[in-house]
């Protein structure tokens, strides 16, 4: 062990980022963070303007 | 080898002038020397014979300086040497010349050694007794001596192109003698062949370092460049070891990956049935009902299930929390093609606690007939793919590692009679017959 102590340490960062991704909920989906969507939304949806655009397989609205 | 070893002027030479150009030449190797040269002039003079015949001359010859003065005492094996001859030797490869320098080493009761040395390179030889038995290895000669099999690397005809100090043979320069080299790093089998002779004699590899320490020289070795034919490799305990540390962390990983699914809440918190479209004429999208995301800020995991027969559909998402406003848009197309359901996963990066609600807007691409799905929320589950990427990225050093032994021993064989441009020489000359 004490021959590799860079790999080791590379290793054990590699597990921790691991951990600590799980630990806060990460994932490698794309989406758009929006604030202050209003209220309005729950009585009227259709209202709504999706910020998501990155999706190929969109075919192109109502 | 750094232990102090005694001066050459310890012990008692003999001496005398040389009849080309009068300069002092010594006669360190007692009756073995047959032949010296002049280290003034060059010249090449007969040591048995009483008026030291001149054998050769040169009007005028390059001087090449021995790295390693003549005279100079080093220890190796624990015996002291004492350099007493030095040549240089070339051979030609596709019309390359190729030289290296040879030391002679003499001690009066272990009688003689080489060091040779090639590009920072150096090599301990000593003369082998026994012939070795030919043992092909893998389609290519090879020799086998003292239980080891040593594998073809080169073959040429090596000419004396320079030569200094005492010899026990009758050295000429312009001498020649087929030779045939054989490795097993980190020794190497050498035969050479004369008319009159075929002498092995086998060489084990030194870092120049080693030769410094030995010689007790100044400064610092040439640093070697290129890998040598017996040069010994670094990467195959190196390789093992990483590999090793590898599936260690690579348990580790699975240890963890188990650990972690074991601690994950998963915890279903909403799950309802749709159809789409919900009425002929109203609008597509709507919003669920209110739902509890409980403990600390992680993922949610959003399942679309689908009953989709050969046609896709494509949902628009919004997941909002009720109190703050904050959302979080993303798509999914879920198609089906073939057997099986048409459904899908997505998973919600760091979403805060709080109570939420979903917008949901689908639409199918064949703008007919009917969708019936199912969504299903989760809270806090671990997203499988960084089990992956963790693993791809804790096998890239010993992969790195492997390359790094490949191309070792690349550039080793690239050298031989079996490198790439040797090989291709080769058949262009049998394309020429």
């Given at each position: 062990m004490r021959q590799h102590p860079f790999y080791l340490t590379y290793g054990l960062i590699v597990l921790s980022l691991v951990g600590l991704a799980q630990y806060r909920g990460w994932s490698l989906l794309s989406v758009n963070e929006v604030k202050n969507?209003?209220?309005t939304v729950r009585d009227n949806p259709g209202a709504y303007r999706s910020h998501y655009r990155g999706f190929p397989g969109y075919f192109g609205g109502k | 080898m750094s232990e102090t070893v005694p001066p050459a002027t310890a012990a008692k030479v003999k001496g005398f002038n040389c009849p080309q150009c009068g300069a002092a030449v010594a006669l360190r190797?007692?009756?073995?020397?047959?032949t010296v040269v002049c280290?003034?002039?060059?010249s090449v003079l007969d040591a048995k014979d009483p008026n030291y015949q001149v054998l050769q001359t040169f009007q005028e010859r390059e001087r090449i300086r021995p790295l390693i003065p003549l005279g100079s005492r080093g220890k190796l094996h624990g015996t002291v040497y004492e350099v007493i001859g030095f040549q240089e030797r070339t051979i030609h490869v596709d019309g390359m010349p190729y030289s290296w320098h040879e030391y002679l080493l003499f001690n009066p009761f272990q009688g003689f050694r080489y060091l040779s040395q090639y590009h920072g390179h150096w090599n301990d030889i000593n003369t082998v007794r026994s012939v070795p038995e030919p043992a092909p290895t893998g389609g290519k000669p090879g020799v086998r001596l003292l239980g080891e099999t040593y594998r073809h690397f080169q073959s040429a005809t090596a000419e004396t192109t320079f030569v200094m100090g005492e010899f026990p043979w009758q050295v000429r320069v312009g001498d020649k003698a087929a030779v045939q080299d054989f490795i097993a790093p980190p020794r190497l089998l050498s035969a050479e062949t004369t008319e009159s002779e075929t002498v092995w004699s086998l060489g084990e590899y030194l870092s120049g370092a080693r030769v410094w320490d030995a010689f007790q020289l100044p400064e610092s070795p040439p640093p070697a460049t290129g890998v040598f034919a017996n040069q010994p490799s670094p990467y195959p305990g190196r390789l093992r070891r990483t590999w090793v540390m590898c599936l260690i962390l690579l348990g580790v990983l699975l240890n963890l990956a188990i650990l972690i699914s074991a601690l994950a809440?998963?915890?279903?918190v909403f799950r309802q049935s749709y159809r789409?479209?919900?009425?002929?004429?109203?609008?597509?999208a709507f919003v669920t009902s209110v739902f509890d995301l409980p403990g600390r800020p992680s993922s949610v995991e959003l399942s679309i299930d689908t009953d989709l027969r050969n046609d896709s559909a494509y949902f628009s998402f919004a997941l909002i929390?009720?109190?703050?406003g904050q959302a979080w848009d993303f798509g999914r197309q879920v198609t089906h093609s073939g057997g099986g359901k048409a459904r899908d996963r997505a998973l919600v990066p760091t979403v805060p606690p709080g109570r939420y609600y979903l917008r949901v807007e689908p639409e199918l691409l064949s703008r007919s007939g009917f969708l019936n799905y199912e969504l299903l929320l989760r809270r806090d589950v671990p997203a499988a793919a960084f089990y992956w990427i963790a693993a791809l990225l804790l096998v890239v050093p010993p992969v790195f590692v492997g390359i790094g032994a490949v191309s070792f021993e690349k550039s080793r064989w690239?050298?031989?009679?079996?490198?790439e441009s040797s090989a291709a020489s080769e058949d262009e000359e049998e394309d020429e017959e």
């Open positions: 969507v209003p209220r | 190797g007692f009756e073995h020397t047959l280290v003034q002039c060059l809440g998963k915890e279903e789409h479209p919900r009425e002929l004429g109203t609008e597509a929390n009720e109190a703050t690239q050298e031989s009679d079996y490198g």
